[in-house]
Structure formats: structure tokens, C-alpha cells
């Protein structure tokens, strides 16, 4: 069993580990690219319309907030609308600030379980609202890549979109299946993690209540197609702001890519591997190097300044109102 210093040892060094890909995959994107015509574009920045993108994004979180309100009162678990508000943008923060993609969600997970005394469910919410998050992603890619891929004939791309796809539905099929479970829990012993099997037995069995509340996840699913596409809509917008020329129905096929892309655990923040992905598919369109990394890194100054509103919530915004009965 690890000590808690080698454990912190550990965590240290993945999120160096990390860091250092990124900054490696950033480096050698912009050694490729002109930097002229990136400082070109910033400084060509159409600034009312970046901003609109920014309030467009903190419209995505409010509706993101009723998403988890809806999966959470399905459990009977009552947090008024403000405090559920609240806590996703504290979430938002630590999901930029910790060394993993999940630390926002743990957190958040640990507020809610610490109000309702309700852990697994709290935490079921979370994995629940992430997953119908997903679903519409893949599902939107799936969607788009049919007239899309008139115009781009990438194998690559049909391989990512099918690959997504794959992923959801062996996730799905996981969480739902007494044997895909039973094997999940051997293997879990046979790696010597055997202590944790009663609480993860709960978590599965927190997850698996939500498939008798067919009406939340049904409106989960629903309001994940408009945040889904909200998003989308967002890049598009800062690609306006750039002065980019890119028709919208490519950034429903390449914006799910890159955010499933950028899900993969081996940078901070996805950086490096949302810029690479970007680079690859939208020069498939036409842009060069410095517009699909400048359109890139505009969308992660986005998500961070709005991020930074959780960190006045967590400095700030300490009030603690139990839940509701």
C-alpha cells in the first residue's frame, strides 16, 4: 500500500510528465508555423466578437449546471439552482488547475457528498452528466462526417469518428454489464486493489439506478445536444473573430474530434494535443498552420478566463447552505 508522501511523489511527477509533453508538442507545433502570421492574427482579433464567444461559453456552464441539477434530483438530491452554479465553476477551476482532467469533478463530487452525506450518487451525477456529454459528441461527429467527408477524404478522420464512437458505446457497456463488471472487479484484485471493491461496487450501482430514470437521462442526453452545439458554435465564432473562412459544418465534425482528442490523459489541459489535432484536420480545409493554433489556443483562453470565475468562488464564495429537504 503506498504512503501518502509516495503517493504525492507520484502525482507530482505525472503532472511533470505532463507539463513536459505539452510544452514538447507546443514547441515543436511552433517551430513548424510561422509566427509572423500568428502575431498577424492575434493582433487582427475582432474583439467584440471574441467577447461574445466568452459570454456564449459562460451560457454553456449555466446550462450545464441545470444538466447536473436534473441527473441529481433524479437521486433526490436537492441543492439550490445557485449553489449547484457555484460549485460547476469551482469545478471548471480545478479541472484547469489540478494535474488531472478529472479534478474538477472530484471536487465538485466531494462538495455535493459533503452537503448530502450522498457520495456515491454525488458522484454517479458527475460520471452520468460527463457520459451524456460524450454521447452527444460522438454522436454529432457521427452525424456531420457524413456530408463532410464528401469534401475531406481522410481515413484518419473516419477512423477517429469510429473510434469515439467505439469508445462510448464499450463505456456505456461497461458501467451496464453485470459480466463486463465481474471482469472489471477481477482484474481489479488480480492488480492488488482489492480494498477498494465495496466502494466502487457502489459507485456501479449508483450509475446503474440511473438507467430507471429514463426521463432525467433522456433530458440529460437533450441538453448535452445543445451545450454539444454550443460549443461548436462557439469555435466557429472565434474563427470569425480571426477572420477565418471556414464553412460551420466542418467544425461540427472536427470540433467532437478534438475535444475527445484532448481528453486523452497525457498533457496538462489538454495543451499540445488540442493545438496538434487542430492543426491536422482543419489544414485538411485549407487553413494554414498558424490559423488552426491561433484558433486553438483562442479556445483555451476562453475556457481559462472563464475558469478563473471559479477560483473567486473557491476564494470568495465559501458559504456552505445545506441541502435542501
Given at each position: 500500500?503506498?504512503?501518502?508522501?509516495?503517493?504525492?511523489?507520484?502525482?507530482?511527477?505525472?503532472?511533470?510528465?505532463?507539463?513536459?509533453?505539452?510544452?514538447?508538442?507546443?514547441?515543436l507545433?511552433l517551430?513548424?508555423?510561422?509566427?509572423?502570421?500568428?502575431?498577424t492574427?492575434f493582433?487582427?482579433?475582432?474583439?467584440?466578437?471574441?467577447?461574445?464567444?466568452i459570454?456564449?461559453?459562460?451560457?454553456?456552464?449555466?446550462?450545464?449546471?441545470?444538466r447536473?441539477?436534473?441527473?441529481?434530483?433524479a437521486?433526490?438530491?436537492?441543492?439550490?439552482?445557485?449553489?449547484?452554479?457555484?460549485?460547476?465553476f469551482?469545478?471548471?477551476?480545478?479541472?484547469?488547475?489540478?494535474?488531472?482532467?478529472i479534478g474538477?469533478?472530484?471536487?465538485?463530487g466531494?462538495?455535493?457528498?459533503r452537503?448530502t452525506?450522498?457520495?456515491?450518487?454525488?458522484l454517479?451525477?458527475?460520471?452520468?452528466?460527463?457520459l451524456?456529454?460524450?454521447?452527444?459528441?460522438?454522436?454529432?461527429a457521427?452525424?456531420?462526417?457524413?456530408?463532410?467527408?464528401?469534401?475531406?477524404?481522410d481515413?484518419?478522420?473516419?477512423?477517429?469518428?469510429?473510434?469515439?464512437?467505439?469508445?462510448?458505446?464499450?463505456?456505456?457497456?461497461?458501467?451496464?454489464?453485470?459480466?463486463?463488471?465481474?471482469l472489471?472487479?477481477?482484474?481489479?484484485?488480480?492488480?492488488g486493489?482489492?480494498?477498494?471493491?465495496?466502494?466502487?461496487?457502489r459507485?456501479?450501482?449508483?450509475?446503474?439506478?440511473?438507467?430507471?430514470?429514463?426521463?432525467?437521462?433522456?433530458?440529460?442526453l437533450?441538453l448535452?445536444?445543445?451545450l454539444?452545439?454550443?460549443?461548436?458554435?462557439?469555435?466557429y465564432?472565434?474563427s470569425l473573430?480571426?477572420?477565418?473562412?471556414?464553412?460551420?459544418?466542418?467544425?461540427?465534425?472536427?470540433v467532437p474530434l478534438?475535444?475527445?482528442?484532448?481528453?486523452?490523459?497525457?498533457?496538462?489541459?489538454?495543451?499540445?494535443?488540442?493545438?496538434?489535432?487542430?492543426?491536422y484536420?482543419?489544414?485538411?480545409?485549407g487553413?494554414?498552420s498558424?490559423?488552426?493554433?491561433?484558433?486553438?489556443?483562442?479556445?483555451f483562453?476562453v475556457?481559462?478566463?472563464c475558469?478563473?470565475l471559479g477560483g473567486?468562488?473557491f476564494?470568495?464564495?465559501?458559504?456552505?447552505p445545506?441541502a435542501q429537504p
Amino acid at each position: 500500500m503506498l504512503k501518502p508522501a509516495d503517493s504525492s511523489t507520484g502525482n507530482a511527477w505525472q503532472f511533470w510528465l505532463k507539463l513536459t509533453v505539452s510544452i514538447a508538442l507546443l514547441t515543436l507545433l511552433l517551430a513548424k508555423t510561422d509566427l509572423q502570421a500568428l502575431w498577424t492574427l492575434f493582433r487582427s482579433l475582432r474583439i467584440p466578437i471574441f467577447f461574445g464567444s466568452i459570454l456564449l461559453y459562460l451560457v454553456t456552464q449555466l446550462l450545464s449546471t441545470v444538466r447536473w441539477r436534473c441527473l441529481l434530483r433524479a437521486e433526490h438530491i436537492y441543492l439550490s439552482h445557485w449553489r449547484l452554479i457555484l460549485l460547476y465553476f469551482e469545478g471548471m477551476f480545478f479541472n484547469l488547475m489540478l494535474p488531472t482532467a478529472i479534478g474538477g469533478d472530484l471536487v465538485r463530487g466531494y462538495q455535493v457528498s459533503r452537503l448530502t452525506e450522498r457520495r456515491e450518487a454525488s458522484l454517479a451525477s458527475i460520471l452520468v452528466e460527463r457520459l451524456s456529454g460524450y454521447a452527444a459528441l460522438t454522436i454529432i461527429a457521427c452525424i456531420a462526417i457524413i456530408p463532410a467527408y464528401a469534401h475531406v477524404r481522410d481515413p484518419l478522420i473516419i477512423w477517429l469518428t469510429v473510434g469515439s464512437a467505439a469508445g462510448m458505446v464499450g463505456l456505456i457497456a461497461s458501467l451496464l454489464s453485470d459480466r463486463l463488471q465481474a471482469l472489471f472487479f477481477r482484474v481489479l484484485h488480480g492488480v492488488g486493489l482489492g480494498r477498494f471493491h465495496d466502494t466502487i461496487h457502489r459507485l456501479y450501482e449508483a450509475v446503474q439506478r440511473y438507467w430507471t430514470h429514463r426521463q432525467a437521462l433522456l433530458l440529460a442526453l437533450g441538453l448535452s445536444f445543445i451545450l454539444q452545439s454550443l460549443v461548436i458554435t462557439i469555435f466557429y465564432l472565434i474563427s470569425l473573430a480571426l477572420n477565418l473562412s471556414v464553412p460551420l459544418r466542418y467544425f461540427f465534425l472536427f470540433v467532437p474530434l478534438i475535444s475527445v482528442i484532448s481528453m486523452l490523459p497525457i498533457s496538462v489541459a489538454g495543451l499540445g494535443l488540442r493545438e496538434g489535432s487542430a492543426v491536422y484536420l482543419f489544414t485538411t480545409v485549407g487553413l494554414d498552420s498558424a490559423s488552426a493554433i491561433s484558433l486553438s489556443l483562442l479556445w483555451f483562453a476562453v475556457t481559462a478566463l472563464c475558469s478563473g470565475l471559479g477560483g473567486v468562488v473557491f476564494l470568495f464564495g465559501r458559504a456552505q447552505p445545506r441541502a435542501q429537504p
